[in-house]
């Protein structure tokens, strides 16, 4: 027989919280002496490794935080309102102040969104991929037959086929063919914040790519077996790879299959960060391969035939029929945007409008 928990009485309680607290102001104060150092030794040109790096962005991102929490600290009496704050808005403290509970609860709200985000992205590019089975069968253009057969054939395509085509597709010309709730979506699979035009969403996911892939090349230089698990729990969690339920050695698998597809095969970093979000939705583990395939045969047209263009451009084949047939695409997605923009404008005249009154 289980018996059931004993509470702990308030007075503990609170001893618990304020020495959880005070141990978080000590770490934080630590980790900037350690990250003063780490700032003057990069001024004076000396190299930072990942880790270093890691450690300097984390206090700078802690010391922001700390901004509109001083707040309540100066303010007469509105620390009075500081635990319904943090409450409201619990990634207001550094983190530091996180407790292992709340970390780990972090990790399964952040799992649930990527899934939910990745069924949402999966069904929308799903809707925008329509079958290419009714084009010409004469045009035996290496491109086309590829994505005839693709999506026309349940059968495991060649990898080297895969690999040469999914390189085709710079994330560019990938981002610039998403719609703005596939954007959105991208966003919060990503952990980026997504508000702002569809400019700004694709301007934050290019940087989060040269992010990656800045830290991918540090990983590969430095070798995966010198990340500590934490680091390689938060090197996984930054790329959307599973880590919840996951062992280490499943983990450094994961990123390691995911450095070799980036540096290796120079697979555009979108087009893994698609690979990986079907790959979550799998009931069992599918591979790399397996899970790109699944990728590529979702795209949708509009991004399909621009790569294609590019392709035949490079090779010197490009028809005039190629080039009118995606500018008509392109304009039909530019007034589809304009046409958005404009919709929300008038929404939120409409609220200026009713809020005055």
């Known amino acids: 027989e289980v018996s059931a928990k004993v509470k702990k009485p308030l007075k503990e309680r609170i001893k618990d919280e304020l020495l959880h607290y005070w141990h978080g102001t000590k770490l934080l104060a630590k980790e900037v002496k350690i990250s003063y150092k780490l700032l003057w030794r990069m001024l004076k040109g000396d190299n930072l490794t990942r880790r270093e790096q890691r450690q300097l962005r984390r206090t700078a991102g ?53 899934i939910d985000m990745a069924k949402f992205l999966r069904e929308t590019i799903d809707d925008g991929a329509v079958a290419l089975r009714g084009k010409d069968s004469v045009n035996t253009n290496e491109f086309v037959d590829f994505f005839i057969n693709l999506r026309s054939s349940s059968k495991p395509l060649d990898i080297d086929q895969l690999l040469a085509i999914a390189k085709k597709f710079e994330d560019e010309l990938t981002l610039d063919n998403l719609s703005r709730p596939q954007l959105l979506s991208m966003c919060r699979y990503m952990g980026i914040n997504a508000f702002g035009t569809d400019t700004f969403l694709r301007y934050q996911l290019r940087n989060r790519m040269w992010e990656i892939k800045a830290d991918d090349r540090l990983i590969a230089a430095e070798g995966i077996e010198e990340l500590t698990p934490p680091e390689l ?125």
């Open 62 to 114: 802690d010391l922001f935080r700390l901004v509109p929490f001083s707040v309540f600290l100066i303010v007469p009496f509105m620390e009075l309102l500081l635990p319904v704050a943090l409450k409201l808005f619990p990634g207001m403290l550094p983190s530091t102040f996180e407790s292992k509970a709340e970390k780990e609860e972090k990790r399964r709200k952040l799992l649930k969104v990527r």
């Open 233 to 357: 729990m938060h090197a996984c969690m930054s790329r959307g790879l599973r880590t919840l339920g996951a062992s280490v050695e499943e983990q450094r698998t994961a990123l390691s299959h995911w450095i070799n597809l980036h540096l290796e095969q120079k697979l555009p970093s979108t087009l893994l960060v698609l690979t990986y979000a079907f790959a979550l939705l799998a009931r069992t583990p599918s591979s790399a391969p397996e899970a790109l395939w699944t990728t590529l045969s979702s795209l949708p047209d509009e991004l399909v035939n621009e790569a294609h263009l590019k392709v035949s451009e490079a090779a010197g084949i490009a028809t005039v029929k190629q080039r009118l047939d995606v500018i008509e695409e392109q304009e039909e997605l530019i007034e589809d945007e304009r046409e958005r923009r404009k919709l929300e404008e008038e929404a939120a005249v409409r609220s200026a409008k009713e809020a005055e009154e």
